[in-house]
């Protein structure tokens, strides 16, 4: 017997069970999905996120708990040891968190490639198995160095990570900031610059994270930015402008135009609410976040 052939066989044969069976979770949790949508009264043309970092008072139980009765698809910006607490309340997360450096020491410094790739290498396969879609990124801030410069260091460390997801079919989105209010000297703060990186990376696995509260702050003209750009965007984050706050009549997005915008370009991701509540009813406002976006 050639055993060569005979081991490669029975690898082929447990990396095909392993997709199947990631496949059947994703299937099973997009199910489970759309009933809590349509028992919450929800259109289904949004798939529902929101960030758990909002919501320090309130528990991750309790918020999925909260965000299951409303109808959310998914609660964000979580790391692997959260997964167990999604999977009882029927929940994904649908952008993973935990990158090391976070977001001031990304992928614009060749010192970081090391210990970013190490964490692809070991998480892409755990969200992968989970049927999670994306896994968050940051560029990290500039400390003096030119774009052109951030540009070439980020691709070249994307590069050394992003044929890990292709094999895993998981996105690596990097998150664009404004650097004028909330994260100061941050590299990846215009949409240009981010769809320049994707252009030059040439993965299907790689793509943005776009913000809007952000790019309201840096560049404005957010929905024609949608629509030019939507190939180039895997998920999107909400916030009021000023402030971070609800996103209804208090700050000045026509969050309901935007989804509208969105829902037209085909997107078929998650929207996050990522606001910071400024009411005492926190669960309330979410509440009034998803009704506004679901167009």
Partial sequence: ??????????????????????????LSQRL????????????????????????????????????????LQSVELLTTAD???????????????????????????????DKLEEYFQQTVPIVANAGYPNIICFSGNRR???????????????KRVVGIAEKHKINICMELLNSKVDHKD???????????????VGSERFKLLYDIYHMQIMEGDVIR????????????????????????????????????AIVETGFKGHVAQEFVPARPDVLASLRQGVRICDV
């Fill in 1 to 26: 017997m050639n055993t060569r052939i005979s081991r490669r066989s029975a690898i082929h044969k447990m990396a095909g069970g392993a997709a199947a069976l990631s496949a059947a979770a994703a």
């Fill in 32 to 71: 489970a999905a759309a009933e809590a949508a349509a028992g919450a009264g929800l259109k289904g043309r949004i798939n529902h996120s929101v960030c758990k970092w909002c919501y320090p008072k309130v528990s991750l139980e309790d918020l999925c708990a909260a965000g299951k009765e409303m109808g």
């Fill in 83 to 113: 997964f167990p607490t999604l999977k009882e309340h029927g929940l994904i997360c649908a952008m993973v968190s935990g990158v090391p450096g976070g977001i001031t020491d990304g992928f614009n410094r060749l010192e970081n490639h």
């Fill in 144 to 158: 003096g160095m030119p774009d052109e410069k951030g540009l070439e260091n980020c691709v070249s460390g994307l």
């Fill in 186 to 200: 941050y590299m990846c703060d215009h949409t240009p610059w981010g769809v320049e990186l994707v252009n030059r």
């Fill in 225 to 260: 930015t949608i629509r030019d750009n939507r190939q180039f965007i895997a998920h999107y984050h909400t916030g009021g402008v000023p402030g971070r706050h609800e996103i209804d009549d208090t700050q000045e997005l026509n969050y309901a135009t935007v989804m509208k």
